[in-house]
């Protein structure tokens, strides 16, 4: 009986809640009166004979709360009585139950106090805790910061996760174990991204004679050196570079002089003459190196040796000649890697030694994602010193000061200081802060040089919006998908769930890689064509490879389906999957697409629309062997609607053995359902879950469970009916204010790195309304979500510390 | 340390298999021997491996008690272990009981099973358990090895979502706490346990990466001291964390700077994580032997799967997700799956406790000298009930536990009892742990 009462109480407080929101206002309250009428009678009646002047069960005495500045004042503990009240959890089971009406009563009165509270009290942006740098964000960060991308954070242990996700400041702690990563991880990061020691040799390329061009029959047959008698003779080779550089180019052989001058030889770059030469040896024991040192452009060129003085002595068969032995390059002979120069560029005229605290200065300030203070670089110039002394090079002590900046808590925390902390209102953080709040949430990265430019010029606050328009325009902002949408939506839980493999032969890692595939394109499309977020819910296209198109039964770009007749104009079909079994009009024979590329298809029917019918969600929402209605119907609860089911009771009662349960999944539950204690409820969970039964454990679309043909009607508490995924997609479009609150919900809970607070409603309130009024676009949310105060601002001096 | 062998002879000495011999000529046993208790040569270990979930009880408990019982099924592939094991029926963890906060019994199973404190029921913030039974010893006897403790695991923490009715997901993947509120995290890469436990890289490789690294260690300590005045609150504890870590390393390049050597295993430094469960399982007990044999450390704690794991086992027949089946509702089918499994975790813990008993030490074995505890918070995985907990103790704390026995204790003796006696034949004692009210009886 208990838990009807809770089901009851908490669809009515849902139903309120729902209410109040889509009304836009609540119910002005007499406050003070409303606490005399209401609160204070229903305590006495209900709750003071534990919570009272005699017993304080819980510490919690509810007496005392006369007024509604004491209500307020305490409004941690009122939150919790709601949701205990809500949860049908108090009373205890065995006390009295007060009548519904009157919990429905005083739980509405309490949310008007809070809601009159929030939108005349001083703004409470809340307090986030300084957060550490997750995984992700180490391997991104240390990419832009350095220009090495080898993703160190691969060996750190897995960042703990809080509130869905692993961003979370009050959750991503620091142990030995993980510092020792740090400082591992570190070394081989500046070892990399500076030479310390040695600087590499250049390599050097060279061309024997006999392997230049014009080219002869038998190389080998020819001697160490060949003969260059004819102006209009030259020998060359050609020579692919892969990047940009200084050279040195060289001519080895020797002589034959004849006549007056020597032998003039000229050594040619693509047909241009850079130097000329006089050959000054006629030994074949001392063939010369004739050098020349050039800038030499990525591509391939033609060196070439030419002789310039022909000469024939006009009384004999002998000819001034250039024995060539062989063409050689040498470069780039600046072997520094590219992030190396990018760290130890400096001023013109100074030596390296001089240059350490510019050096540095650029460096720290990257990294720390500030200015560096004048005494933070000369410690850091210090350890440089330290190393010098111990024999090392400039470049060694450079590293050492890059892996205490890489080890420092400036850079593996986003440490937010006041800068102005005898503030004592709310007011906003730093321009640099702001500028690591965004490309961490944007990108999962550092700030990029156009923000720290506004951030130095005291200019982001300002251009808020702009900066995230073209920051969700980067590239970069693919880090949404793989860190909010994957986390969001769960996905990172199907890269290690394993359905059977002897039910679904069908499932290996190709089809599993090509359905987060389609998810996160899915995403990405909603972000680049600025869509609205409520096509997540509701869609007419999605992305496929041939694998993923076999498997939802897709022939073409259009939606047509294998094996029927068209419904459209047929599109660019897909080559079917492994087996070929699809042969014909829409099979192999070329003119389709690859097996791996994914392509954007538009549906043709309603089968399919939205995430919910995206065979990753499916998999990941089902057992290894069968479907699990329940853990679906929750999935739609608590990601997409933002409302948890009730926690099952702590005592689920052992269900009597009433023989063996048949038929269908569905109509087994339904043998469950008919336990009273279980059936309130999944009342709410069940049906939504027993709508996508036409989606098998690994997503695949199915009439049948066996024998028996699937029913996916339902009934929603509140009496709304669906029948299959279809009407339920149209229900849950309809509930778009409970999705699109949710989802910023969510969203600036990764934006800010906290759970939120009773304190940020107002703000999830206006955002939500914004979105609404901009037609759900996904860049709006994500503007709004900068421009709140929760983002954008931090708390006085004077206010709490909860 | 003038009888040293050096460690060409040490190296010399290794045979093919990986069983290294203690051979008491050695230094560094000398050196150790001195701080266990009882003046006894060789040190005392101790260990806690976890398995979630639950058991299938009936085929767990013996039906008699005292030395003449007939092994379980489930139990059975310990035979060959038999007499150094214990089986303790009745414990119970009280604190793993909802106690007013409702649902949640995994993340509550393994937060309170080392620890006896109520986890706190929150979904991010604030997480707080208690200090657990390994880390307190860690804390005590840590500086006489290189490690003062390990902590290994196959599953990572976990990636995504609400881990169990509101409690965040460090409670259902963390099993040791070194404080209340600083749960350590696992390594479960073979790779990167075996690089903790040897050092890699020549002689002056080493000298100069120490070098370099007390330097930077001390540079961000530094640091961190000069943003701590600006800070508050959470954001003080955040740095505190850090200080510790650092403080942490200092004490071990100390020690290691300090202490001999550990001899070169004759072992191949594993690549990664297996791609088989059972053979990284295995992996793992082998890192867990070696560390032990070598005395690198003498507290560890190994958690074979995060409580309320999914995982199926399809290599024993087991196709369904453990954490689903466990949830039998009494079906006899699902119960001999879940029994399966069981058994499946306890064949492995045979395999770890089979080499330390084939290594020699002193004048027994390894297994002698070790007090290993496996077991569950969790009771019955259907009931979700944390008395009559599965708790298995084997290995004769060098002489100080009589084995080969199963024992029941009354009702409600509290588990973290079993942790006090542990901690006194490891001399770290204390009085109280958690929710311990004394010394656990009948062990001696």
Request: charged share 25%.
């Amino acid at each position: 009986m208990r838990y009807v009462a809770a089901v009851s109480v908490f669809i009515l407080a849902l139903a309120g809640y729902v209410i109040n929101r889509t009304a836009g206002q609540a119910p002005a309250a007499e406050s003070n009166d409303a606490v005399e009428k209401i609160i204070v009678p229903y305590v006495n009646k209900h709750c003071v004979q534990c919570h009272g002047p005699k017993k304080k069960n819980a510490s919690l005495a509810l007496h005392i709360y006369t007024d509604e500045k004491a209500i307020l004042k305490d409004r941690k503990r009122w939150i919790e009585v709601i949701r205990m009240l809500s949860a049908g959890e108090m009373p205890p089971e065995k006390q009295p139950r007060p009548d519904v009406n009157d919990t429905d009563k005083f739980l509405k009165t309490i949310h008007a106090i809070f809601t009159e509270a929030d939108a005349k009290g001083p703004r409470d942006p809340g307090r986030v805790t300084m957060r550490r740098l997750n995984r992700a964000e180490y391997n991104n960060t240390i990419r832009d910061l350095i220009g090495v991308d080898f993703k160190p954070a691969e060996d750190f242990p897995a960042d703990d996760v809080g509130h869905g996700f692993d961003n979370i400041g009050d959750v991503l702690t620091v142990s030995p174990v993980l510092m020792e990563r740090y400082l591992a991880a570190a070394e081989t990061i500046t070892q990399q991204a500076i030479i310390g020691g040695e600087l590499p040799k250049p390599s050097t390329r060279t061309v024997s004679a006999r392997f230049t061009e014009p080219s002869v029959p038998n190389p080998d047959k020819v001697g160490k050196f060949r003969p260059i008698t004819k102006t209009k003779s030259p020998l060359n080779t050609l020579y692919n570079l892969t990047q940009d550089g200084q050279f040195k180019a060289r001519i080895r052989g020797y002589g034959q002089q004849l006549g007056a001058e020597p032998v003039k030889i000229a050594l040619t770059i693509d047909g241009k003459e850079v130097k000329v030469f006089d050959v000054p040896t006629n030994d074949p024991m001392n063939p010369q190196a004739l050098e020349i040192r050039l800038e030499l452009k990525k591509g391939a060129h033609r060196m070439a040796a030419v002789l310039l003085n022909e000469f024939k002595d006009p009384d004999g068969p002998a000819e001034r000649t250039f024995f060539l032995e062989m063409l050689q390059l040498e470069g780039p002979l600046d072997t520094r890697p590219a992030s190396h120069k990018k760290i130890m560029a400096h001023q013109d005229g100074l030596s390296t030694r001089d240059a350490v605290p510019e050096i540095l200065e650029r460096f720290a300030t990257k990294a720390y994602r500030r200015p560096a203070t004048k005494a933070e670089i000369d410690r850091l110039a210090n350890l440089v010193h330290h190393a010098e002394k111990n024999g090392e090079k400039t470049e060694a002590g450079i590293q050492l000061a890059m892996q205490a900046i890489l080890c420092s808590p400036k850079f593996l925390f986003r440490v937010e200081l006041d800068h102005r902390p005898d503030s004592k209102d709310a007011h906003p953080i730093d321009e640099y802060q702001l500028a690591s709040r965004l490309s961490y949430f944007l990108w999962s990265t550092m700030p990029d040089d156009e923000l720290f430019g506004l951030a130095e010029k005291k200019q982001l606050h300002a251009n808020l919006e702009a900066q995230v328009k073209r920051m969700l325009a980067d590239p970069k902002s693919y880090a949404l998908v793989e860190n909010f949408a994957a986390q969001w939506l769960q996905l990172r839980l199907l890269k290690s769930h394993a359905p059977d493999s002897t039910l679904f032969p069908d499932f290996d890692d190709g089809l599993r890689n090509a359905m987060i595939r389609e998810t996160e394109l899915f995403f990405q499309a909603i972000i680049k064509e600025d869509r609205s977020v409520l096509d997540l819910l509701d869609s007419n296209f999605t992305f496929m490879n041939g694998r993923l198109a076999a498997h939802y039964g897709i022939a073409d770009t259009n939606g047509n389906r294998v094996g029927q007749k068209e419904i459209v104009k047929a599109g660019t079909p897909f080559v079917q999957g492994r087996t070929g079994k699809f042969g014909g009009k829409f099979g192999g024979k070329g003119g389709g697409r690859s097996s791996s590329e994914f392509v954007r298809v538009t549906f043709a029917d309603d089968e399919r629309g939205g995430i919910l019918t995206h065979a990753s969600i499916l998999t990941l929402t089902s057992n290894p062997t069968r479907t699990n209605p329940v853990k679906r119907g929750k999935w739609v609860l608590e990601q997409i609607l933002g409302t948890p089911p009730p926690p099952p009771p702590p005592n689920v009662p052992e269900l009597e053995e009433k023989g063996e349960l048949k038929g269908t999944l569905r109509e087994r539950f339904e043998q469950h359902r008919k336990n009273p204690s279980c059936a309130n409820c999944h009342a709410k969970l069940d049906p939504m879950g027993f709508a996508f039964e036409n989606f098998n454990a690994i997503g695949k679309f199915r009439t049948k469970e066996g024998d028996a043909p699937i029913d996916v009607s339902g009934i929603l508490p509140g009496g709304q009916k669906f029948n299959g995924p279809k009407e339920l997609r149209k229900i849950l479009l309809d509930k778009k204010d409970v999705f699109a609150r949710a989802l910023t919900e969510k969203m600036l809970t990764y934006a800010i790195g906290r759970g939120l607070e009773y304190y940020d409603k107002k703000h999830v309130d206006h955002i939500e309304a914004a979105l609404a009024k901009n037609e759900y676009r996904f860049s709006r949310l994500v503007v709004e979500i900068t421009q709140s105060d929760p983002f954008r601002m931090r708390r006085g001096k004077d206010q709490k510390n909860d | 340390m003038t009888n040293l062998l050096s460690r060409r002879t040490v190296l010399k000495g290794l045979g093919a298999s990986i069983a290294l011999p203690w051979l008491e000529a050695m230094g560094p046993l000398k050196a150790f021997a001195n701080q266990s208790p009882g003046g006894n040569r060789v040190p005392r270990r101790m260990a806690f491996v976890y398995v979630p979930n639950g058991k299938n009880m009936a085929d767990w408990t013996p039906s008699a008690d005292g030395t003449e019982f007939t092994l379980p099924r489930i139990l059975e592939p310990l035979s060959e272990v038999r007499e150094y094991l214990n089986v303790l029926t009745g414990l119970t963890a009280d604190k793993a009981r909802p106690n007013g906060d409702g649902p949640g019994d995994h993340a509550r199973a393994m937060g309170a099973f080392l620890t006896g404190a109520q986890p706190r029921k929150t979904d991010g913030t604030d997480i707080r358990a208690g200090v657990s039974v390994d880390q307190v010893a860690a804390s005590r006897i840590g500086e006489q090895t290189r490690l003062a403790s390990l902590e290994i695991g196959c599953d990572p923490s976990a990636m995504a979502g609400n881990c169990d009715s509101g409690y965040s997901c460090v409670y259902s993947s963390t099993i040791s706490w070194r404080s209340a509120t600083t749960p350590v995290p696992k390594l479960n890469n073979p790779r990167l346990i075996f690089e903790r436990l040897f050092s890699t890289g020549s002689d002056s490789d080493r000298a100069r990466r120490e070098r370099n690294r007390r330097s930077i260690l001390d540079h961000v300590r530094e640091d961190a001291a000069s943003l701590q005045p600006n800070l508050s609150g959470n954001d003080q504890r955040r740095l505190d964390e850090y200080l510790t870590s650092i403080r942490d390393i200092e004490q071990r390049i100390a020690r290691a700077a300090r202490l001999p050597e550990p001899p070169r295993p004759n072992m191949a430094q594993p690549e990664g994580i297996p791609t088989g469960h059972e053979e990284h399982i295995r992996l793992l007990c082998d890192l867990l032997v070696l560390a032990f044999q070598a005395d690198i450390t003498r507290v560890s704690t190994f958690v074979f799967a995060n409580e309320g794991s999914n995982r199926p086992y399809p290599f024993i027949d087991v196709r369904e997700g453990h954490h689903d089946l466990s949830h039998h509702g009494n079906d006899s089918a699902k119960m001999q799956k879940i029994a399966t499994i069981n058994r499946f975790h306890v064949t492995q813990f045979a395999y770890m406790l089979g080499r330390m008993k084939n290594i020699r030490e002193g004048d027994g074995t390894l297994l002698d000298n070790c007090m290993i505890a496996y077991g569950s918070g969790n009771s019955d995985g259907n009931r979700h009930n944390h008395d009559d907990l599965p708790v298995l103790l084997v290995g004769r704390g060098s002489g100080t536990i009589r084995t080969g026995r199963h024992v029941r204790y009354a009702r409600n003796t509290p588990l973290n009892n079993l942790w006090l006696s542990m901690l006194d034949r490891m001399g770290t004692s204390v009085e109280v742990l958690g929710d311990s009210t004394g010394r656990l009886g009948n062990l001696a």
